[in-house]
């Protein structure tokens, strides 16, 4: 596999002899790499798809959760039925149009998910009332499907759920802070995604299907990369990982101007820290500098958009808010 010109002096990946595994139709994510993390993945992915009730898809921001929930769904044999995907944090919120006074809103929700798969991404933000109500309704649904198994009758509700975290669920529960018998029924089945720099060999790779999906977007043929510029992908350690990769191939095709993309057309990114010194102190602080500058760049090139750069970072709004408060205030002082 290749993205790379003839005539240009552009980075070529070896050829790995590998047949890239092929997907159903509408499953809605593409397994893109040759690690042996996403080889697991696929595994994963194919063995739990056409049976599972819930699960429990963990990593940290931008590894893709999203993209697996909707894979698991189109492995499924409901594929054909809906895909109900909520905030965990805005669950009440992003269903109120369709209810009434005191309705429930979960009850809604699954509704909508019925014969489908209802998708609740940040679950570990979820309110503990509602994480209470939830549970209640996982036990109302599975009194009722063994009754209606019991009596030959259908199930009246017949939907798949997943929830996505970036926090460990089991540490929150611990903690009082996630209710523990709905951590523990998600993750009897539990997927975990690996960040970005556990698999940088996958960097050319999701580089290429990137820019072969968003050229198009640019009206423009798909570019080479520089030998320069893909090790300084490589060399990275993608914080935000393949979101804020997904985010520098973006930014870059609407820099280029020429055939090639070369590293100057990359977005700031932070290569180096500061060497160790004897006091560790200092140290720390200078690497705290660091990341404040590179959050500053982000968001520098995404204009002053707050919330394109949280995404870029693969952090929560809130987070980056905390963040550029702090440092507003050691500058004040």
């Not at 993390?37 to 049976?51: M, T």
């Not at 699954?110 to 609740?120: C, D, E, N, S």
């Not at 914080?239 to 997904?246: A, H, M």
Request: glycine share 6%.
């Amino acid at each position: 596999m290749s993205i790379t010109r003839s005539d240009s002096p552009t980075f070529t990946e070896p050829s790995r002899g590998l047949v890239k595994e092929t997907w159903p139709e509408g499953s809605g994510f593409e397994i893109v790499g040759y690690s042996a993390e996403i080889k697991r993945l696929r595994l994963q992915v194919r063995r739990i798809g056409p049976h599972f009730r819930t699960v429990l898809i963990s990593g940290e921001a931008g590894t893709g959760k999203e993209q697996v929930a909707r894979a698991l769904h189109g492995m499924s044999q409901m594929s054909d039925g809906p895909f109900v995907m909520c905030h965990g944090a805005a669950l009440e919120e992003a269903v109120a149009e369709h209810l009434k006074e005191n309705a429930d809103a979960l009850g809604c929700l699954t509704k909508m998910a019925h014969r489908g798969t209802l998708f609740l991404h940040g679950i570990h933000e979820m309110p503990l009332q509602t994480q209470l109500r939830l549970l209640r309704l996982l036990r109302r649904h599975d009194s009722t499907q063994n009754h209606m198994q019991n009596q030959m009758e259908p199930c009246k509700l017949d939907l798949r759920m997943i929830a996505a975290t970036s926090e460990n669920l089991k540490i929150l529960a611990s903690a009082g802070r996630f209710q523990q018998e709905l951590y523990q029924r998600f993750a009897m089945v539990e997927i975990t995604l690996p960040p970005l720099r556990a698999r940088r060999d996958d960097i050319p790779e999701l580089t290429k299907y990137f820019l072969s999906q968003l050229a198009p977007l640019y009206c423009r043929k798909v570019p080479a990369i520089s030998n320069e510029a893909m090790e300084r992908m490589l060399n990275y350690s993608w914080p935000g990982n393949v979101r804020e990769l997904k985010a520098a191939v973006r930014s870059s095709l609407s820099r280029v101007e020429g055939e090639v993309i070369e590293s100057h057309h990359l977005p700031a990114l932070v290569e180096d820290v500061p060497s160790s010194t004897e006091d560790g102190i200092a140290e720390s602080a200078r690497l705290q500098d660091v990341v404040e500058q590179h959050v500053l760049r982000v968001l520098k090139d995404c204009g002053g958009n707050k919330v394109r750069a949280a995404e870029v970072l693969g952090i929560s709004r809130s987070t980056l808010y905390r963040m550029l408060d702090t440092s507003a205030s050691a500058v004040l002082q």
